[in-house]
């Protein structure tokens, strides 16, 4: 910022008469021109009580320095004057020499009101008392940039702005006050809170199509005392549901929870229930338990999934009866508290193993909640990562506005392992090292630098590589093809962790774009020889085909590879819809993806085939994780055969018509 020199006023001379800095055109003020600008004497006194003789800037705007000068305005003041931001300068003890015309705008207060005031009964900022911009300038000779503040305007109502403040020096480089501009941005600071608040629903932020719709529920949810299970990966958020449904309740009392997996067993029993005295050593007094705490309110119960069978018992006696005794006690205490359970495991998985309680499950199971990770949700992340910023702005004291697009583009096709905590743990990273206003791919963590591709595609192993290194690049390569560049799927296919795969992507120079766009579908699909013919046999019968899959870009994908064929196409986007279309429609074919919401896939073959008007309903899975269990289960329930997403689009095609032989499509 630019450094204005102070009139300094020579021996003998009156206040009007100060000499003036010259102007770039070469217009010295006169000694002898006088200022004719109506003053407050009472106020004029008091200026000049305070900080000493000043010079009135006239009250008629001119835009045009020059002109500014002639009118008998400084030269400093006519450029103050002149901008269309807020701007002021204070002397050394904070006293306002003068606030231009968008600075009367902004803050309500005429200028012969501002001038002589301390700068901070002014503008009462919420940074005046501990973090004030000016004195810090002032004190360490820096500029502060951008800064956010909020002020009182003359109506003692908030304003937010944006302030740059620097110090200015006489002749002798001494400093002798500061000057600040500042830019209203309340405007700004009103559409944000809109657009937040139209995704926003206690405190949970997001514009995901599925989130919205749990969001729609919750009241629903929060009216009964049934139990709740939310399921979901680790760090999407469960937590933040669960007290969400717990406010709209409007329950009396507290909210408690409790990780299930942070303590063993031992402990964690008398954490739940509460111990008497001499119930053990060391158990000098009686101690509530988190039910106890948590009387009239709601307990959370975060990775249910991990508790000991015999826990798991004593759990359900309370779901079931409502009561309970302390570690050491024999007196049965009742229990008035809403239930919510959280777990990032398949709970069905862990039936199946013995590990968990098939009638805990169906206790905990009455609502259930499943919350997609953050890399099915990508349109959230700008939302997200912009209400970290401000939380981390606000805990460190910094004026970070933004990322910038290219670290835009980077989170945006990044898989966060971690959720939404990996998120936010990667934007508390950026602010430790950013020292600007904008965060740049330089902050990220190397290892989220290092994950993003270039713009080409997979690349090819240095020409010195031995065999066997060429062949381990030519296996990560394909792994990386046929999972489309996701980086999780493909180090999860190859059996190594991720970080590993980065490694060795690197070591090898392989580059594979994150998101390509699905292959285009050919107009016309080659068809099997011999099709005609079979055709012939089922003239005029269509075919019903039901299509299940929570992914809409999969289920538009599959229809358009099929709908040029004939067959009567149906789709379900979960589990209870697809057995509801089931029952009603009897389709011939169900090609299915055994990871929904509601009903998985192989729950739902398992039902279908133990029905026996349903039985004969021929059923493909599909699935984008090919587990070796996963495949031997299904196959074993009944199934015709299990796929691997993604597929090449004519393979596919080929392999459904072969699935298809028995009853080929209607042909024209």
């Not at 009250?59 to 002109?67: N, Q, R, S």
């Not at 700004?188 to 657009?195: E, G, M």
């Not at 939302?383 to 835009?408: C, G």
């Not at 390509?516 to 013919?533: D, H, I, N, Q, Y």
């Amino acid at each position: 910022m630019a450094q204005f020199a102070f009139p300094q006023k020579k021996k003998g001379q009156r206040n009007h008469e100060m000499d003036f800095p010259n102007s770039s055109a070469g217009h010295p003020m006169k000694k002898d021109e006088k200022n004719t600008a109506p003053q407050n004497a009472g106020h004029a006194r008091r200026r000049e009580k305070d900080r000493g003789p000043i010079k009135d800037i006239k009250a008629t705007y001119c835009p045009d320095p020059k002109k500014m000068v002639h009118k008998g305005v400084s030269f400093s003041e006519a450029i103050l004057e002149s901008i269309v931001h807020g701007a002021f300068t204070v002397d050394r003890h904070f006293n306002i020499t003068s606030f231009n015309r968008s600075a009367e705008n902004i803050t309500g207060f005429k200028r012969n009101e501002a001038i002589g005031m301390k700068c901070y009964h002014v503008f009462r900022a919420d940074i005046c008392k501990d973090h004030c911009a000016l004195k810090k300038s002032m004190e360490t000779g820096r500029d502060v940039c951008n800064q956010m503040v909020t002020i009182k305007d003359i109506d003692g109502d908030d304003v937010q702005i944006t302030v740059c403040t620097s110090v200015l020096h006489n002749d002798k480089l001494e400093i002798v006050g500061g000057v600040e501009t500042f830019r209203d941005i309340s405007a700004i600071v009103r559409l944000r809170q809109a657009i937040s608040g139209k995704y926003c629903f206690h405190n949970i932020i997001s514009k995901n199509e599925k989130i919205q719709k749990i969001f729609s529920t919750l009241p629903s949810i929060a009216a009964s005392d049934s139990t709740v299970l939310i399921e979901g990966p680790s760090g999407s958020g469960k937590e933040l549901f669960a007290k969400a449904i717990h406010t709209l309740a409007k329950r009396q009392g507290k909210f408690v929870a409790l990780n299930c997996a942070a303590l063993p067993d031992t402990l964690l029993e008398s954490e739940l229930f509460g111990y008497k005295k001499g119930a053990f050593t060391g158990a000098n007094s009686d101690k509530l338990g988190r039910f106890a705490l948590a009387e009239k309110g709601t307990i959370f119960l975060d990775e249910i999934g991990d508790i000991s069978p015999a826990l798991q018992l004593k759990l359900l006696r309370v779901l079931q009866e409502k009561e309970y005794e302390p570690l050491g006690g024999t007196e049965t205490l009742k229990a008035d508290v809403r239930v919510i359970a959280a777990t990032n495991k398949n709970i069905k998985e862990q039936i199946d193993k013995g590990a968990f309680r098939e009638d805990l499950f169906f206790r905990l199971n009455v609502i259930k909640i499943t919350l997609p990770p953050l890399s099915e949700r990508k349109e959230d992340i700008p939302l997200l990562t912009q209400h970290f910023i401000d939380k981390f702005n606000a805990l460190q004291q910094k004026n970070i506005e933004s990322v910038s697009p290219k670290v835009l583009n980077i989170l945006m096709s990044y898989d966060y392992p971690g959720n939404i905590r990996e998120l936010e743990n990667i934007i508390e990273y950026c602010f430790v090292l950013c020292q600007g206003n904008s965060i740049d791919p330089e902050c990220l963590p190397e290892g989220i630098r290092e994950s993003i591709p270039t713009d080409s595609d997979v690349g090819h192993p240095p020409e010195a590589a031995q065999p066997l290194s060429t062949a381990e690049a030519a296996t990560i390569s394909a792994a990386l093809r046929m999972f489309n560049g996701n980086r999780g799927k493909t180090a999860e296919h190859l059996g190594i962790e991720k970080t590993t795969l980065w490694r060795k992507m690197k070591k090898y120079n392989i580059h594979y774009p994150v998101k390509k766009k699905p292959p285009a579908v050919p107009e016309t699909l080659p068809r099997e020889s011999g099709s005609e013919k079979t055709g012939e046999s089922d003239a005029g019968i269509r075919k019903k085909i039901l299509i299940v899959d929570d992914n809409q870009d999969s289920r538009e994908l599959v229809r358009k590879i099929l709908a040029k064929d004939g067959y009567r196409l149906f789709e379900a986007v979960d589990g209870e819809d697809a057995l509801h279309k089931i029952i009603k429609e009897k389709p011939d074919l169900v090609l299915m993806d055994i990871s929904m919401p509601k009903i998985d896939g192989l729950e739902l073959t398992h039902r279908v085939k133990k029905d026996e008007e349903l039985r004969d309903i021929k059923i493909v899975a599909l699935t984008a994780h090919a587990l070796p269990q996963d495949r031997e289960r299904a196959l074993s329930l009944g199934c015709l055969d299990y796929i691997t997403k993604p597929i090449n689009v004519r393979e596919f095609a080929g392999l459904i018509k072969r699935l298809l032989t028995d009853f080929p499509p209607n042909q024209p």
